[in-house]
């Protein structure tokens, strides 16, 4: 500590002053905090990087609030430059969705952040090699840095950004949905082992009934919201790629669920079912929904938003939010996944393996002491082996910070005179496919045992 300050202290000083700068440059902020159970500094690294990434997305929501959005132009330089496109100079009213405008902006500097880490932390085997330090201390240094990086964020004129920027949150969002959809299948199956497992164990019928009642409610909220998305999304004539598109999941769906009672199936994988499919269904209903709420056609889409300069129309009726119902679920379905991946590590090897986390041994003996000690206090888990890729991690919030940046903005993007912003079918497209994606793997899930009968998949 006294090189770190370059003072002389004596051990009372010495000690004071830990308990200051603890919270700041320790690798483990809960250390000296008695509510905080003794913990792994591997788990509690991995959620004050998510805190960092729900910041940045509580900022970003304030920032689409009407009544804070209208005060944007205030910010310092924000509207400054963004009357070039390409460097051609355009007449472009500073008004116009700064929101949006804002949300972009706050979505590059946190992908920027975790890009930043991925790339230092790549190919860090233990925390033993200094560069693991970084990765769990320095917390009040790590959020002076986000800060600036957004600060530098809203410097960038916007020519071309926008545009282009809205293209990597296309491909960053898809890839977090197929990362969702891995944590939503070993959710599902890891639920149904665990409910079996308690049934056989306990020999209670109780635990059967609540998977037979669990299941119907999942199946019978796809079949209500399947005929609500025929209801509002289509019509008799015409609204012809929202019938299309409903129906050919509605198709999948049915397949893959019948698939998983097949009796070869079955005896392959004893513990799949039908409470996988339904929340795989019900899933892939609502992706199917965000997708139909971003039809670019008014009569196919009565949800659909059209922003003209910093007002707010429908085809009916003025609106007071930029936000719709979708992209509350999907807010919701993101804050759940994220946290997932910052405290998970799986039963199953597979998806452990897919996912670079792992169950990590290394830390027993700091738990015993910790807990030898009464001390409520982190302790390293990693000396041996990282418990979970660094890169990877960092990676997952990247795309995570893409996707929140996505759903905030409804996927809308300008026109070509950056005064409108519309709904393109480029957004219908990739949730459609993310959809379709995630069926084809639960599927390979079921049918691998049979492809594949020398691997292990239990």
Not at 1 to 19: E, I, K, Q, V, Y
Not at 25 to 54: D, E, M, Q, Y
Not at 216 to 226: D, G, K, R
Request: with cysteine; proline share 4%; net charge neutral.
């Amino acid at each position: 500590l006294g090189t770190c300050f370059g003072a002389n202290l004596d051990p009372f000083d010495t000690r004071m002053l830990s308990l200051q700068v603890s919270c700041l440059c320790g690798s483990a902020p809960c250390l000296l905090c008695g509510c905080c159970p003794s913990a792994k500094n591997s788990t509690i690294s991995r959620l004050l990087f998510t805190f960092f990434l729900f910041l940045g997305t509580l900022v970003s929501i304030i920032m689409i609030i009407p009544g804070v959005e209208k005060e944007l132009h205030k910010l310092p330089g924000f509207c400054e430059g963004s009357g070039s496109v390409l460097g051609v100079q355009t007449h472009v009213d500073c008004g116009s969705f700064l929101g949006h405008k804002a949300v972009y902006r706050m979505g590059f500097a946190m992908a920027a952040f975790f890009f930043l880490f991925a790339a230092v932390m790549v190919c860090v085997r233990s925390s033993k090699d200094p560069r693991a330090a970084v990765q769990n201390g320095f917390w009040f240094f790590k959020f002076l840095v986000l800060v600036g990086i957004t600060v530098g964020a809203f410097y960038i004129p916007d020519g071309a950004f926008t545009s282009v920027w809205f293209y990597f949150g296309v491909v960053g969002s898809f890839l977090f949905i197929l990362i969702q959809l891995v944590l939503l299948i070993d959710f599902a199956h890891s639920w149904s082992q665990l409910w079996l497992r308690n049934a056989d164990e306990s020999n209670a019928k109780g635990w059967y009934a609540a998977l037979c009642i669990v299941t119907f409610i999942f199946y019978a909220t796809s079949i209500a919201a399947i005929a609500l998305l025929y209801v509002y999304y289509t019509k008799p004539e015409g609204c012809t790629e929202g019938k299309v598109l409903i129906s050919i999941n509605l198709i999948l769906c049915l397949i893959v669920s019948a698939v998983s009672v097949l009796p070869k199936i079955q005896d392959a994988q004893p513990h799949s079912g039908l409470l996988q499919a339904s929340l795989i269904t019900l899933y892939t209903i609502y992706v199917t929904w965000s997708a139909l709420a971003n039809v670019p056609t008014q009569t196919c889409n009565p949800t659909l938003l059209v922003r003209n300069g910093t007002s707010l129309v429908t085809a009916t009726q003025p609106l007071t939010t930029w936000w719709d119902a979708p992209s509350i679920v999907g807010l919701v379905i993101f804050i759940l996944c994220t946290l997932f991946i910052s405290v998970r590590s799986s039963d199953h090897p597979q998806v452990n393996k897919l996912m670079l986390t792992e169950e990590n041994t290394a830390g027993v003996g700091g738990e015993a002491a910790a807990v030898e000690s009464g001390l409520h206090r982190a302790y390293d888990n990693e000396q041996d082996g990282v418990s979970y890729n660094y890169t990877f991690f960092h990676l997952c919030l990247l795309l995570a910070a893409l996707y929140i940046m996505m759903t905030l903005t409804n996927w809308y993007r300008p026109d070509e005179s950056l005064q409108v912003l519309r709904s393109p079918w480029t957004a219908v497209w990739v949730k459609i496919c993310s959809s379709w994606a995630g069926l084809l793997l639960y599927l390979w899930t079921l049918v691998a045992p049979l492809v594949l009968p020398d691997r292990d998949f239990s």
